[in-house]
T-cell receptor, first 123, second 115 residues
Framework: DTGVSQNPRHKITKRGQNVTFRCDPI?????LYWYRQTLGQGPEFLTY????????KSRLLSDRFSAERPKGSFSTLEIQRTEQGDSAMYLC?????????????????????FGPGTRLTVL | AQKVTQAQTEISVVEKEDVTLDCVYE???????LFWYKQPPSGELVFLIR??????QNEISGRYSWNFQKSTSSFNFTITASQVVDSAVYFC????????????FGTGTSLTVIP
């Protein structure tokens, strides 16, 4: 399987517990993204890595959320002291290195390929 | 500010009918990309098409076609001769030089194709 993989696919936890999700991007994709999707909405950007560097973070990413990509390959997203409002689908996406042209390298808008997501339910 | 509007929340069509999904976007940038993704019941977002702001040529791929009009800030998606397997939620997304590497998604259009 050469697509983006995410584990676990489903997670049920009690309020106040910590949870950690894992994302394995497509090999050779150096860019990795996390999104959150609630029912009836489109995905909302959380954070972005280029290799191991976390380059962008959304205001949605409160201090209870932390993401890492220690070796520039897989990434983890941890939520501490979960709240019921954290219940959502957490999506991971990856994209290849930017194109050789100035425009693509700067904007970095290569197509993002998504994994199947981790559905979190906080009771 | 960047914004993507998909005004159609739900659409139902009978199999073999044509259906058009609307997408209207807002951006202050002159350089941007637009995308369409499909999200079947399994949940995984599947990439369909990418179009940059300098390329207004419409595209056809099998039963799918896309109509990009900068004058109306629209990037509409048409499925011809719809099939039951087309039933899914379809998302339009925008990325520009201000948003950098994040995509702004619309709220999606849920398409149901009735056999």
């Amino acid at each position: 399987d050469t697509g983006v993989s995410q584990n676990p696919r489903h997670k049920i936890t009690k309020r106040g517990q910590n949870v950690t999700f894992r994302c394995d991007p497509i090999s050779e994709h150096n860019r990795l993204y996390w999104y959150r999707q609630t029912l009836g909405q489109g995905p909302e950007f959380l954070t972005y890595f280029q290799n191991e560097a976390q380059l962008e973070k959304s205001r949605l990413l409160s201090d209870r959320f932390s993401a890492e990509r220690p070796k520039g390959s897989f990434s983890t997203l941890e939520i501490q002291r979960t709240e019921q409002g954290d219940s959502a689908m957490y999506l991971c996406a990856s994209s290849p290195p930017g194109g050789s042209g100035r425009w693509e390298a700067y904007v970095g808008t290569d197509t993002q390929y998504f994994g199947p997501g981790t559905r979190l339910t906080v009771l | 500010a960047q914004k993507v509007t998909q005004a159609q929340t739900e659409i139902s069509v009978v199999e073999k009918e044509d259906v058009t999904l609307d997408c209207v976007y807002e951006t202050r940038d002159t350089t941007y990309y637009l995308f369409w993704y499909k999200q079947p019941p399994s949940g995984e977002l599947v990439f369909l098409i990418r179009r940059n702001s300098f390329d207004e040529q419409n595209e056809i791929s099998g039963r799918y076609s896309w109509n990009f009009q900068k004058s109306t800030s629209s990037f509409n998606f048409t499925i011809t001769a719809s099939q039951v397997v087309d039933s899914a939620v379809y998302f339009c997304a925008l990325s520009d030089t201000y948003t950098g590497n994040q995509f702004y998604f619309g709220t999606g259009t849920s398409l149901t194709v009735i056999p």
